[in-house]
């Protein structure tokens, strides 16, 4: 592995389904990010995380839910999809949890919620 | 509020200059940060300011004015492969990134 990696690429999803997209980064980044991209909005974020064992909620965090069991794997689950959660997921990570660190970013999840 | 404002789209020639302008309105500031996407792909880190002033690299450069809550990126001697969108982000006061919904720059021949 070289950074940061997500999986699945792609998904389509019945709403009603629980999905876990996967974000495995191996810098040692001691922090983590998930974000959603939207066409015509900015990246939004959804959850972060600071250090393993820490998480918290970014600006839209209704539906979702992270967990950082250690330094690598940031793994965001959605327990119940609906359509509106239709989006491209972006997991980065950055050294430090401050907004003067350079964020690196996977290669995105596109989800499709029916 | 927190906003960020950029154009959405700019349309330039190869070989020329183009500058692409950000405005941000956040609670605090802790940096200023320039990406580049291309279609499809992640975004990538291009540039950094958090002291007012012009940061060169290579054929891009970014300023800063906090006074007035305003960056550029300039981009010199484009050429096809800067096709792309290019997103702001602000580090607001609980340093967290603010993102701008980014411009499409298309360069023609």
């Known amino acids: 592995i070289a950074g940061i990696t997500q999986a699945p690429t792609s998904q389509i999803l019945a709403a009603g389904r629980r999905m876990t997209l996967r974000c495995t980064q191996d810098?040692?980044?001691?922090?983590m990010y998930w974000y959603r991209q939207d066409l015509g909005l900015g990246l939004r974020l959804i959850h972060y995380?600071?250090?393993?064992?820490?998480?918290g909620k970014g600006e839209v965090p209704d539906g979702y839910s992270v967990s950082r069991a250690n330094t690598d794997d940031f793994p965001l689950t959605l327990a119940s999809a609906v359509p509106s959660q239709t989006s491209v997921y972006f997991c980065?990570?950055?050294?430090?949890?401050?907004?003067?660190?350079?964020?690196?970013f996977g290669p995105g999840t596109r989800l499709t919620v029916l | 509020g927190q906003n960020i404002d950029q154009p959405t789209e700019m349309t330039a020639t190869e070989g020329a200059i183009v500058q692409i302008n950000c405005t941000y309105q956040?609670?605090?500031?802790?940096?200023l940060f320039w990406y580049q996407q291309h279609a499809g792909e992640a975004p990538t880190f291009l540039s950094y300011?958090?002291l007012d002033g012009l940061e060169e690299k290579g054929r891009f450069s970014s300023f800063l004015s906090r006074s007035k809550g305003y960056s550029y990126l300039l981009l010199k001697e484009l050429q096809m492969k800067d096709s792309a969108s290019y997103l702001c982000?602000?580090?607001?006061?609980?340093?967290?990134?603010?993102w701008g919904a980014g411009t499409k720059l298309i360069i023609k021949p």
């Open positions: 810098m040692r980044h001691n922090a």
């Open positions: 982000a602000v580090g607001d006061s609980n340093y967290q990134l603010i």
């Open positions: 956040t609670s605090g500031f802790n940096g």
């Open positions: 995380s600071n250090t393993a064992g820490t998480t």
């Open positions: 980065a990570s950055s050294d430090h949890g401050d907004s003067y660190n350079e964020q690196f």
């Open positions: 300011n958090v």
